[in-house]
């Protein structure tokens, strides 16, 4: 299959599993295949998200917003006080219960290491979304796997937190993408 990737595609995996490392991640996320995505800007996928105004620095801004407590940001707070839940007593709740370190990550992540495919591992969604992008190139009868099929998968399968905000609040959506796509100048 990964024959059929071109380099620009094989790039932004790469690009993706080095934004792991970075971000000190034990495999490459969806997320991370999204940052890999546009820091490649002779890609295709690079050059539609750069249309909708989403760059590698406003994508590495949202990704360094550290969420808040028990993983959340301050708008998700907020967004649950509007539905009438107090985030706050659920944390109290939750911490009386089971402890004061309930909210801590279990599994501390490690440092990824150099191996698996294009060089690195890639979590089960990331595989998800490498999957999806040769669906995408076989149901618009192309023969090799580009970036543009990428930016596809990732959008039909989503990416996770604040990347997802990114891409709805520039307006980025499956099918504008996809027009955007096909419009486009296909990548060497």
């Not at 599994?107 to 294009?118: E, S, T």
């Amino acid at each position: 299959m990964f024959e059929r990737f071109t380099s620009n595609a094989r790039r932004v995996i790469t690009g993706g599993v080095d934004a792991a490392a970075e971000a000190g991640a034990g495999k490459a996320g969806p997320e991370h295949l999204l940052l890999g995505l546009a820091d490649d800007e002779q890609g295709l996928g690079a050059r539609v998200l750069a249309e909708y105004g989403v760059t590698p620095a406003v994508l590495r801004a949202a990704s360094a917003a550290r969420p808040g407590r028990a993983g959340l940001t301050d708008d998700e707070i907020s967004a649950l006080r509007s539905l009438g839940i107090d985030a706050e007593e659920v944390f109290r709740l939750v911490e009386e219960t089971f402890g004061a370190d309930a909210w801590d990550d279990p599994d501390p992540a490690r440092p990824a290491r150099r191996r698996g495919w294009f060089g690195g591992p890639v979590d089960q969604r990331a595989k998800k979304v490498i999957e999806q992008g040769l669906r995408e190139a076989v149901a618009l009868r192309h023969r090799s796997i580009n970036s543009g099929h990428l930016l596809l998968a990732l959008l039909r399968q989503g990416v996770p937190g604040s990347m997802s905000t990114v891409l709805t609040e520039h307006g980025v959506t499956y099918d504008d993408a996809k027009r955007r796509l096909a419009l486009a100048r296909p990548e060497a």
